[in-house]
């Protein structure tokens, strides 16, 4: 028997490279969760705005302000999760997982925007509770509505639309369709 690396085991990396992953790797973590807690404190900004200073603020009532605040946090911390993950698919790629084409990104957030559209839509709609309950019953109600509002679009078969994740794969390396031995 042999002593050097097979299929089964890993492969020996020197310690240094090694090191030097994992410190990009929790550089890059710190990066997404730092975009996704000021992107969410913009959101707040943002409809809190909304809620006092524009158009809207004759349509949502002032029990219903939370619900705004509540789709903000949802629509801004999306948007500060995805984008910098969006950006890194555009410079990272491997066989794999190929990087995404400048198109795919660009489909990528504009899908993104479409969402938060439709999240502050919700809450603007949620708000309007604000008119008949009380504000604590309102912004529970509102948590539970925003929250779980995207599970029927989670439903829709995105792939038939051509709006997928590109280079995300389960199961083995192989494409679905090929017939590729592993």
Do not use: C
């Not at 801004?76 to 997982?97: F, M, Q, S, W």
């Amino acid at each position: 028997m042999s002593a050097g690396s097979g299929p089964g085991q890993p492969e020996v990396g020197s310690p240094q490279r090694s090191k030097a992953r994992n410190a990009v790797f929790v550089a890059g973590v710190i990066g997404v969760l730092t975009t996704m807690t000021l992107g969410a404190f913009e959101g707040v900004s943002l409809t809190t705005g909304l809620a006092d200073d524009s158009a809207l603020s004759d349509v949502v009532p002032a029990d219903g302000r939370n619900s705004l605040v509540i789709g903000g946090i949802g629509a801004g911390g999306l948007t500060g999760l995805l984008i910098p993950l969006i950006l890194a698919g555009l410079v990272k790629g491997t066989e794999e997982k190929p990087r995404l084409r400048s198109a795919e990104a660009f489909t990528n957030v504009l899908a993104l925007l479409v969402f938060d559209v439709y999240l502050l839509a919700v809450s603007v709609l949620v708000a309007q509770f604000g008119r008949i309950l009380p504000e604590g019953l309102t912004v529970l109600l509102s948590v539970f509505a925003i929250g779980f509002s995207w599970m029927p679009l989670a439903l829709i078969p995105w792939e038939r639309f051509g709006l997928t994740l590109t280079g995300v794969r389960f199961g083995s390396g192989s494409k679905p369709g090929s017939h590729e031995s592993d």
